[in-house]
């Protein structure tokens, strides 16, 4: 049960044959000039044992694949707190230190004024009862909701700052990332509370497969959680090309319209038998308006900018 509601450490272990196991860390400066995700984490298949960090420019759409000995990965048990190589992540921030081909990354970033996902004994996290379900490919969760960075750097020789920025982290582990899904955060919103999330994905459990989907949307200090788990429902998914689309959601008397502008993204390894050998594109420049109409049927709109995305079909 305590691994059940508190999903931030680590919770696989090496003696497994086809896991692996990620937190992904956005980091976005003041400006919105630089923009760069972490993803540190293992991956265990036969043949091919070994931790990682993944790294993604989210102006450029560079990304890398750091790769490192399996040994050179180090966890706690209780809290999140990581090691890979001589890169640490943790709730209170970020320490870099990477050297791969094209890419030297040097800095500390520190973490403040976290919106840690609000859990309980009744709902352990994002995926609500369906935490308590065995069998699940993959299981996801939601460490921040938004958070102030400060900090710098250090990338290529350039320096830069991240104070006054926002971060965002949440992590999944299992063995298969879903063969179909649509995932998109924001947390940056003329509204300075707000933070947004939703994953529809396509979810094989035993011999069944559903459409499955999770998320939140915090603002004004409200959180509102949704997904298969509650009473809300996916009413239409549509998109007109691979990046632009719209996906309506509604629970009782609300309803969120989720309009989706995405740009190219840079490729990231994605695992499938816990062997991180599929490939995905994520942008995290991409554009998103959220339409959310309340029990009494006030409209609001929300303009977010930049918003991560990634769509596999």
Known sequence: MKTIINPAPFRGNFRKKRYFEGWYLKHVSADCGSIY???????????????????????????????????????????????VGDSRFSLEGCRISIDCEGLSIDGELAYSSILEYPRSLTHPGIM??????????????VLSMSHTLSGHLQVNGEHFSYSG???????????????????????????????????VASIPLGPVKFTGFLGFFSYDGVQRAFGTWNRWKVRDVSFSD?????????????????????????????????????????????????????????????????AAFERRI
């Open 37 to 83: 995700s972490f993803i540190p984490g293992i991956s265990l298949s036969p043949g091919d044992r070994h931790s990682f960090i993944q790294i993604i420019n989210g102006i450029t759409g560079e990304t890398w694949y750091a790769a490192y000995p399996l040994e050179s990965f180090r966890a706690d048990r209780k809290t999140f707190s990581v090691e």
């Open 128 to 141: 609500g009862w369906f935490s308590f379900v065995p069998g699940m490919e993959c299981r996801h969760d």
């Open 165 to 199: 920025g926002k971060g965002y982290i949440e992590k999944d582990w299992g063995w298969n990332f879903p063969g179909v899904y649509t995932w998109v955060h924001c947390n940056h919103f003329k509204e300075e509370d707000s933070s947004f999330m939703l994953a």
């Open 242 to 306: 691979p990046l632009n689309g719209r996906i309506l959601l509604s629970g009782g008397d609300e309803s969120i319209v989720c309009h989706i502008h995405g740009k190219p993204g840079g490729p990231l390894k994605a695992p499938s038998g816990g062997a991180m050998s599929r490939v995905i594109k994520e942008s995290i420049n991409s554009e998103i308006r959220l339409e959310y109409t309340d029990a009494g049927g006030t409209t609001r709109v929300f303009n977010g900018s930049p």
